[in-house]
Each structure stands twice: as structure tokens, then as C-alpha cells.
């Protein structure tokens, strides 16, 4: 009813610029550190996707566990009564020719189907235990499903609401220009079931940084990108190189050869709003 309109936070002036540090590290208490900023007015902040998130998408790689179990159970199951049932088929026969190399349970599940419309004499215990694991591998299946897209869609409210603080406060937003599909891209067939590998891609999933600089991208105008390069590697303070003993895969600390130390997503996000005007930005 108020001819002028009320101010709203996201019509606030905003100025100034800041670095955002885009990554996946977990952190002591079993959270995921996913970006971290630094702005010109010395406001920082940590966007952080909780244990309790995590282990809600976690629960979904247990379901899947289940699912991959009572599959080689099923077919297990099929196997043994093919090898002692008489009068199969030639259908069913041709069908489950290599159904010991099978690994897929959409496959079984629409054999089962097909099984369903062509019905023979002495398949009754047989076709009554496979429709048992059909309906409970679809439950399965939606159960895990629905467990992901809630997942995701606080994730993504998450990142809007990250996006609409950084909107509120300043004009600028400075981020990586990287490639994260490359980056995240399967890794070498020696490398596939490393744990630490598989550990890796697991978190790098869970954070999405893609999808974070896109939320920012679409929500902050001025959004720049900048050459990732020793961004997380030269001091923020000094500009030297590590120290020669650093271990960035294992140390959530940054130090220096001059002997400056600081997390290592501060030092990034320190970088990438240095790199804006070309100068190292100062203690």
C-alpha cells in the first residue's frame, strides 16, 4: 500500500569486489568446504555442505550396494535353474546365453518382463522369485533416486542463497576460469579404484563447483574469470612459491618459502582478488 515500495536487501547498493575459491575439502568434522570467499571490505566467508547432507547422499551408494547384491543373487538363482530345468524355451535359452556376464539389472529386470507374457509349465517358483527381486530392485531404485534430487535441490538452494549474499554485498564476483569437466573427467583405468581417486571424485560430485560458479555467474553480473594458474599456489602475502615440503593434496594449510602460512582457500581466494587489479593483496 506504500506508494514509494519498501527497500528489499537485493536493491541495496552494492560495491566493491571479491575472490571466490572454488573446491571440495573435507573438513575435521566430517563437512565439505566447497567455496570460500575474501572480499575488498574484509568480509570472509565458508559455504559448507554439512555431515548430515553428505551422509543423506551416501545413503544412496548403500542403496545401490543393496540393489548390485540381490542382483547376483537373482541371477545366481536363474543360473541354477536353467542348469537343472527341462523343456526351457529356445527364447528363454537365446535370452540368458551369456547371462553370467551380466551386470546390468535393467537387462534382468526386462527379461523378467518378457518372461511375464510367455509363461511355460514347471516356471512358476521360478518366475514368482524374479518378480520378487524386480518389484524390490524398482523400489530400490526410486528410493535411491529420491534420495539424490532431495539432495540436490537443497544443494542448489544452497548455492542461490550463497549467490544472493555475494549479490546483496558486492559488484564484482572473481572466480577460477576452469575447466571442471576436464578436471573432473574419469581418471586413467590404473588409477579407477584407487580409494583416494575414488574418495576424490566422490566429494568433487557432492560439491559441484560447476554448478556453484553458474548459480554466481547468473546471479552476479560482473562476474570474471581469471587464469587459474598458481592461484593456490603463490603467497597471497609475498607472492613465493611453496615451500618445498608442501603437500596441497594432504595439507589444508598453505605455507610458503617465506614462511607465511594460512588455509589454503584463503590463500586461493586472496589470489583470485588480487588478480583483478594485478597486485598481491597485502596482511
Known sequence: ARAAGWARPDT???????????????????????????????????LVIPRARLDQLRYTEHLRSIRDQEFDRAKAALLQWLSTAEDVPDWLREA?????????????????????????????????????????????????????????????????????????????AILEDTDWRELLSRPPAEQEDQPEVLNRRWYARAASPGLIRQVVQQSIEDTRLVDPADTSRRCSICGSGPAHDWEPERERTYRCEAGHHMPVWRNAAR????????AVVSE
Not at 12 to 38: F, I, K, P, Q, T
Not at 111 to 135: K, P
Not at 271 to 278: D, F, H, K, Q, R
Request: glycine share 6%; charged share 35%.
Open 271 to 278: 589470489n583470485l582478488l588480487a588478480a583483478a587489479s594485478g
Open 96 to 172: 540368458t546365453a551369456s547371462l553370467d556376464r551380466w551386470r546390468s539389472a535393467p537387462r534382468l529386470a526386462g527379461l523378467v518382463l518378457r518372461w511375464r507374457e510367455n509363461r511355460f509349465d514347471g516356471d512358476s517358483e521360478i518366475v514368482e522369485r524374479m518378480e520378487a527381486w524386480r518389484a524390490q530392485d524398482r523400489h530400490l531404485a526410486d528410493w535411491a533416486a529420491a534420495q539424490r534430487r532431495k539432495f540436490e535441490r537443497w544443494r542448489l538452494d544452497l548455492y542461490r542463497r550463497f549467490a544472493a549474499r555475494l549479490r546483496w554485498r558486492y559488484e564484482t
Open 12 to 46: 541495496a547498493e552494492a560495491s566493491g569486489a571479491c575472490g571466490v575459491d572454488l573446491r571440495w575439502r573435507e573438513l575435521e568434522d566430517g563437512s565439505l568446504l566447497v567455496a570460500y570467499v575474501e572480499g575488498e571490505d574484509g568480509h570472509r566467508e565458508e
